[in-house]
């Protein structure tokens, strides 16, 4: 959808560059995951430096001498800084970007220290996995996810991550919440797409909504009598022509599941009086192509 409206913007009609562009930035969120899952991993190791630095300054304290490691030692940091799936992903895909600018884990390392959720877990002197995993999962949703500096970071670095963050937030949090208390903590990082299919449908989805722009169109030209065509926000038109390219050409995917998904992103990205707009056409025009037999579902379900 997104690629679809910044072709009418830029009135691109490049097919192979726009379509390259969408993939890339597809693969960009796989970066966007790994550098948020690696700041888990940088705050560890920033901290037990610092310690080791206290350690053998020539005028140490007694508390600098013999210091709390029960952060240091947090059971989920050190399954996430030993996990081979993350660390050859990390390697492969070639993210450093807390080596080059580590300001930012010190940002978050200190965020972390003078918050009671740290104080209150460095209290405890006693340490056991539900509660290593509990307070990290509280770390990341109350202070790293949340953290502005760090998004404004993310914005810099590549402007396509806004959309992507609560995504890949929401995605990490349930898997910090779900590890186990194995050597890797069934622990993995997940694929981009399922399998060959998930990665075709993204090209066909936009190829056959892109050439078939005017056949798509005319199928709902007539069920907004009441809206002039440049009256109806352009995100909306992009849609429309999404979903009924779905109706018309994904005979697998339900047309519940097509009306539903769209809904959601219209919610999310159009006027607030867009979903009920989208979902009155949609539910009219799968009706019409039920009845005129151009809805051709394959599979139980699929209505």
């Keep these: 959808m997104q690629t679809l409206y910044s072709m009418h913007q830029t009135k ?27 700041t888990l991993i940088e705050i560890q190791a920033k901290e037990e430096a610092l310690i080791e630095i206290s350690r053998n300054k020539h005028l140490v304290t007694k508390e600098e001498k013999n210091p709390n490691l029960k952060f240091v030692n947090n059971k989920i940091l050190h399954i996430l800084s030993e996990n081979k799936s993350l660390l050859n992903a990390l390697e492969d895909r070639k993210i450093n970007n807390w080596k080059l600018n580590d300001d930012y884990i010190i940002i978050l390392l200190q965020a972390i220290k003078e918050s009671d959720l740290y104080q209150d877990y460095m209290s405890n002197p006693k340490s056991n996995f539900d509660e290593d995993r509990d307070f990290i999962a509280s770390v990341f949703t109350e202070i790293i996810a949340p953290n502005v500096k760090l998004y404004e970071y993310l914005e810099d670095h590549k402007l396509t991550w806004i959309d992507d963050i609560p995504l890949v937030n929401t995605l990490i949090l349930k898997q910090l919440k779900a590890i186990q208390n194995t050597e890797n903590g069934n622990f993995f990082v997940p694929k981009l797409y ?80 867009s979903s009920v707009f989208i979902n009155g056409i949609l539910d009219t ?9 151009k809805l051709k579902k394959v599979g139980r379900g699929l209505m």
Excluded at 19 to 31: A, C, G, M, W
Excluded at 197 to 202: A, G, L, Q, T
Excluded at 215 to 230: R, Y
Excluded at 285 to 293: H, P, Q, R, T, Y
């Design 285 to 293: 025009i799968a009706k019409e192509f039920e009845v005129n037999g």
């Design 194 to 273: 399922n399998d060959t299919e998930d990665k075709e449908f993204v090209s066909n989805l936009f190829r056959k909504v892109l050439l078939n722009d005017q056949e798509l169109a005319k199928e709902f030209a007539d069920k907004t009598p009441n809206w002039e065509a440049d009256r109806i926000a352009e995100i909306d038109t992009i849609v429309l022509k999404m979903a009924i390219c779905e109706f018309l050409k994904f005979p697998s995917i339900p047309v519940k599941v097509t009306i539903n998904e769209y809904l959601e992103i219209v919610k999310e990205y159009s006027t607030p009086k």
């Design 12 to 38: 691109s009609d490049n097919l192979e560059k726009e379509e390259k562009f969408l993939f890339q930035s597809i693969e960009n969120v796989q970066d966007l995951y790994l550098i948020m899952v690696s």
